[in-house]
């Protein structure tokens, strides 16, 4: 089997694709759409994402410290998509795409009403990397929508066809091919 030696870089895919809220220090919110988005410890709960200090976001969420992130859906791919390419310099994006800002529970950034989860999070440390500055932050609330729960109150998430992003695609995810530890389960 052939391979092909490319130059170093990030190939660690498909990503999840989320769109990050937050609101400014006067209240005005704005998303944007991350795909350097992940877990990083359980407990106690934390979370990454990273963004370029370029940005319009980046100095919105190094002066509040504090974010929401919502997962996206396959009704949410446009909605995604236009939050990733167009700057909160120039548009409401809320506006735009007719989303709904909510409260939460415990930051002042509104939440995404459409979106399945939102991941209340405090900025921890910010790391300079390089092209992207890391926000690492602490887990505050996370929010299920009740549409996806069934009467045993477990959450099905595959329900509201999540998305992840791919080399510049977006894709539904698959069936499902296991649970964990069925490759050890006794028969």
């Known amino acids: 089997m052939a391979k092909e030696l490319w130059k170093p870089g990030n190939m660690l895919y498909p990503l999840p694709v989320v769109m990050v809220s937050m609101a400014d220090k006067d209240g005005r919110p704005n998303i944007i759409t991350i ?4 877990t990083v410890c359980t407990n106690p709960p934390m979370v990454s994402i990273s963004v370029r200090p370029e940005r319009y976001s980046s ?23 236009y939050c990733g390419v167009k700057s909160g310099r120039d548009v409401d994006k809320f506006k735009e795409l007719g989303l709904t800002a909510i409260p939460s529970e415990h930051l002042r950034a509104p939440m995404i009403a459409q979106s399945p989860v939102n ?41 509201a066809e999540p998305i992840v992003y791919s080399h510049g695609a977006y894709l539904t995810c698959g069936e499902q091919l296991g649970t ?3 490759s050890v389960k006794k028969k």
């Not at 795909?35 to 992940?38: D, K, P, S, Y």
């Open 35 to 38: 795909a350097w988005a992940g």
């Open 59 to 81: 100095p919105i969420l190094k002066e509040t410290g504090e974010f929401v992130i919502n997962l996206t859906t396959k009704e949410l791919t446009f909605a995604t998509d």
């Open 119 to 159: 991941i209340e999070c405090k900025v921890r440390e910010i790391i300079p990397l390089g092209s992207h500055d890391m926000f690492l932050a602490d887990v505050v609330a996370v929010h299920a929508d009740e549409k996806y729960m069934d009467e045993k109150h477990k959450f099905h998430l595959e329900k």
């Open 180 to 182: 964990f530890g069925f």
